[in-house]
């Protein structure tokens, strides 16, 4: 077996075998080998390349069971930190460690318990350092600490929880870090905490050739009706929508079900346990469409996405990259479709300088759906502005006049 040689124990291979894994990924065949001699890595690799089985096969080797806690994985959500944990449990199935996650949003009383006979954590920052203030949790005997999706940990503001924490754990261990982009902030972390690291990265997950981009040009009003025509007939497997807020993910979520399209929405504004259901119902297949924002949705690795829409058109192109990236994979085809009305034509335009590829289609004949209570409101909202003059060269233009192309009315430079 081709993992054997990359000095994985034979307690993982009979889970991997079970598990039907064939051939290990790029990130996989770098990677392991280096874990596995102690080295510090840092791994450049997306969700969905296989990380996971890299710093597990180091932990579950190194760590002892009933000794305390040894492997500490840092992760930026709470449904990451579910499905690392699973998957370990997994992979550790014939050595029978005590693996379990903590994260906010749930009891802490729990936790407190189950960290008592941990052998390997999961968690998030934001908990973990609060276990920390507690005393609940200790680290002073993890031999390998890890930091998966950092980026993303950075980008939403816990580099001084992942500092604190880091404080706090053997200075004697070694440390792997994952990341999809290696930043400044990357750099700072290994450069203070990790020794003499080697740097090893995988290329893309997905299959360029494979993933058709294209947006739509459309106004408002229509830009819901837009979505439900596409999802009626475009031939899809699972589908994705991300919007940019909670309030607009709960929105497409309810009134698509209200139009006889199988959705739910996710955010972190719901209870854990709610997260957890639709994640499970999701990866089942009992649920169509799974209409979420970024934070939620980062991480997750979640197979057969056939479509992914951008109701919202992300503010960063590093966003549109992990959105656009949930699709395409593993030598599928795949579609990112992006929904453009006024609002979104700043960030688009950010968007397009990097992906040129982006091709407009031409809007089909669709069925209006009104949603009066929604747009009244927002009509409302913007009538103040109307008349003005702007100057981008848009003049005063209304939303509703006759339509052109996207790029006849706003010239890129």
């Not at 199935?93 to 006979?117: A, D, F, H, T, W």
């Not at 929508?241 to 497409?252: E, G, I, M, W």
């Not at 503010?315 to 006024?342: C, F, N, P, V």
Request: hydrophobic share 35%; with cysteine; glycine share 6%.
């Amino acid at each position: 077996m081709v993992f054997r040689k990359l000095g994985v124990s034979e307690e993982i291979l009979k889970a991997i075998v079970e598990l039907n894994f064939i051939e290990p990924s790029e990130i996989q065949e770098k990677a392991i080998p280096l874990v596995l001699a102690g080295k510090d890595v840092i791994g450049g690799s997306a969700t969905g390349s296989g990380k996971t089985l890299v710093f597990a096969s180091a932990i579950i080797q190194r760590t002892e069971k009933g000794k305390g806690i040894q492997s500490l994985v840092l992760t930026p959500t709470r449904e990451l930190a579910e499905q690392i944990t699973k998957t370990l449990r997994h992979f550790s199935k014939y050595k029978l460690l005590n693996i379990i996650s903590v994260y906010g949003g749930v009891s802490i009383e729990p936790q407190i318990s189950l960290l008592e006979r941990a052998d390997v954590v999961i968690g998030t920052p934001g908990r973990i350092l609060d276990h920390l203030n507690r005393n609940t949790i200790s680290l002073n005997k993890v031999k390998i600490l890890v930091l998966d999706e950092a980026d993303r940990m950075l980008d939403m503001g816990f580099i001084d929880d992942v500092d604190s924490i880091i404080k706090n754990v053997n200075k004697n261990r070694q440390t792997l870090l994952f990341s999809a982009t290696i930043s400044h902030d990357i750099n700072y972390l290994a450069g203070r905490y990790m020794n003499n690291p080697v740097k090893v990265s995988a290329e893309e997950f997905v299959d360029p050739s494979k993933l058709k981009q294209f947006y739509y040009d459309v106004t408002f009003d229509k830009k819901f009706s837009l979505l439900v025509h596409l999802l009626k007939n475009e031939t899809s497997k699972l589908v994705m929508v991300f919007c940019n807020t909670r309030k607009t993910a709960d929105f497409v979520g309810k009134t698509l079900n209200k139009n006889n399209i199988e959705a739910t929405a996710i955010h972190g504004g719901l209870t854990q346990n709610r997260r957890s259901n639709i994640m499970e119902n999701f990866h089942k297949g009992k649920c169509f469409v799974l209409v979420c924002t970024d934070v939620a949705a980062r991480g997750l690795d979640i197979k057969n996405i056939s479509h992914v829409y951008n109701y919202d058109i992300p503010k960063t192109e590093k966003e549109y990259i992990h959105r656009i990236g949930r699709t395409a994979r593993a030598g599928k085809d795949g579609k990112a479709i992006s929904l453009l009305s006024q609002k979104d034509y700043e960030n688009f335009k950010e968007i397009h300088k990097y992906h040129s590829e982006i091709q407009e289609e031409k809007l089909p004949e669709i069925s209006m759906i009104y949603l009066r209570p929604f747009q009244r409101k927002r009509e409302n909202r913007s009538w103040k502005f109307r008349g003005r003059f702007d100057r981008r060269g848009m003049g005063n233009r209304r939303d509703n006049m006759p339509r052109q192309s996207f790029f006849k009315r706003r010239r890129f430079p």
